[in-house]
């Protein structure tokens, strides 16, 4: 192999990913995640994400290191996540790459997750062709970039004012009883529903919302209106009296059991409402700027609807899809490292050691 051998730490969220790569050449990949941990509050909790950070770290970078065959003696840069996430989650991995750079003299760059998350397409095909737009959807963001070049020229055209799309999920999965993470589940039980069934509102996609925030996304209103019609559907079967919406999830699950509640369709249907507004103001940037391509990461990509219509959608605007592989979509190190390889190999200078988290970045 050619090129820098980097090592990537992610810690912005709930994964502890260490990843290396030489080049544009995966090495290894270790994620740890804590979600098990987040389970019975409905979403991450960002003091239980920092301490299970603390503790996943070492064996994350020993597993990584033996994956890749290599002690830290052979790398040339470290790469880590400064931001957006959570600001104690990302105080560990900073905390470990500045000591890790201290003790080995090797030079650290802080990167941006988001644009790390771009990175993870080069691992994938070995290049990222630009100019692409890139649509980045997981529980914590929701973000929309336009990227000339990695390195030098990306610029954030839009991202969530309220709800992160993994968020309304997980939320609205909660509102039905079906648990945590919420995504997987409602997919689940959408594969059994009528996506046209109920017709939920697409945040900020009437023509003035586009015209305010072309290519902002919101999400809460979506998630109230599903609050909504729950409610109101549990209030009708049980003769005027109101449901228990927002509730304890087992009473939530048990209401909607007894209010017989359609909850394949309310999920198609939600489901759908989602996929729609991400897609749309995607390819949306797409025809605005003249940008032929788009690129998916982050985990709500694991969506197989969302995945279905963007084939479709991409395929009759005439704009080539790109999806890395799920291991490289979800949050992970080795895209951290990816992005740093480019660092290097564009001659950028290090960050050196004076910088701190920037949650909002
Ligand atoms: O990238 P990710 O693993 O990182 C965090 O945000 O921590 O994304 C997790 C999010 C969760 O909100 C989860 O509900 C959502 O991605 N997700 C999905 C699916 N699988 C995971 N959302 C929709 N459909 C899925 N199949
Ligand atoms: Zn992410």
Known sequence: GRGPLVLGIESSCDETGVGIVRGTTLLANTVASSMDEHARFGGVVPEVAARAHVQAFGPAL?????E?????????????TSGPGLAGALMVGISAAKGLALGSGKPLYAVNHLVGHVGAEILDSGRL??????????????????????????VLLGETIDDAAGEAFDKVARLLGLGYPGGPRIQRAAEDGDPTAIRFPRGL???KGMRAHPYDFSFSGLKTAVARWVSQAEAAAAGGVPGSVGGDVADTAAAAERAGLP???????????????LITKALRACADLGVPRLLLGGGVIANARLREVA?????????????????????NGAMIASLGAQLVLAGKPPTGL????????
């Open 62 to 66: 020993h597993q990584a290191l033996a």
């Open 68 to 80: 890749a065959d290599i002690t830290m003696a052979d790398v040339d840069a470290i790469a880590v």
């Open 129 to 154: 062709q630009t100019p692409t737009v890139a649509l980045l959807v997981s529980g914590g963001h929701t973000s929309l970039l336009l990227v000339r070049d990695l390195v030098d020229d990306v």
């Open 205 to 207: 996609s009437s023509a």
């Open 263 to 277: 909850v394949a369709d309310i999920a198609a249907s939600f489901q759908d409402a989602v996929v729609d507004v």
């Open 311 to 331: 084939a479709e959608r991409c395929a009759r605007a005439g704009v080539t899809l790109r999806i890395p592989k799920l291991s490289l979509c979800t949050d």
């Open 354 to 361: 004076d910088f701190g988290p920037d949650s909002s970045l």
